[in-house]
C-alpha cells in the first residue's frame, strides 16, 4: 500500500509560479515511476507531467512543455511539479499517482496510488 499527500498548490496569477509536492508513505518509493495529472471543473482527469522510477526520463503534455519541470528525490520519497508562467487555464485540481503496472505514461491506466489532489486555481 502506498499513501500520497499533495500539497503547494494555492491561488497565483497569470505568470507566477508555483511548486507542487507529493510525498509517499509505505511501498519502495523510488521503484516506480510516477506522474501528475489534473481536472479542471467539468473535464476529464488529463495527464501533465509523469517522471521515470530514476528520474532519468521525463514526460510532458504538450501544453505544459517548456513551463513546468517534474522532478523526484527518491531519499525523501517525494516529487515535485515546478509550475512556472502559469496561465488560466492550468486552473485545476492536481493529482499525483504512482505509475504501479506497465503501460504508457500518459494515461491514467497504469496508475494506482493517486492522491487526494490539491487545488491550483490561476487569475487572469
Known amino acids: 500500500q502506498v499513501q500520497l499527500v499533495e500539497s503547494g498548490g494555492g491561488l497565483v496569477q497569470a505568470g507566477g509560479s508555483l511548486r507542487l509536492s507529493c510525498a509517499a508513505s509505505g511501498r519502495a518509493f523510488s521503484s516506480y515511476g510516477m506522474g501528475w495529472f489534473r481536472q479542471a471543473p467539468g473535464k476529464e482527469r488529463a495527464f501533465v507531467a509523469a517522471i521515470s522510477w530514476s528520474g532519468d526520463t521525463t514526460y510532458y503534455a504538450n501544453s505544459v512543455k517548456g513551463r513546468f519541470t517534474i522532478s523526484r528525490d527518491n531519499a525523501k520519497n517525494t516529487v515535485y511539479l515546478q509550475m512556472n508562467s502559469l496561465k488560466p487555464e492550468d486552473t485545476a485540481v492536481y493529482f499525483c499517482?504512482?505509475?504501479?503496472?506497465?503501460?504508457?505514461?500518459?494515461?491514467?491506466?497504469?496508475?494506482?496510488?493517486w492522491g487526494q489532489g490539491t487545488q491550483v486555481t490561476v487569475s487572469s
Open positions: 499517482a504512482v505509475k504501479y503496472n506497465t503501460g504508457s505514461y500518459y494515461y491514467s491506466d497504469p496508475y494506482a496510488y
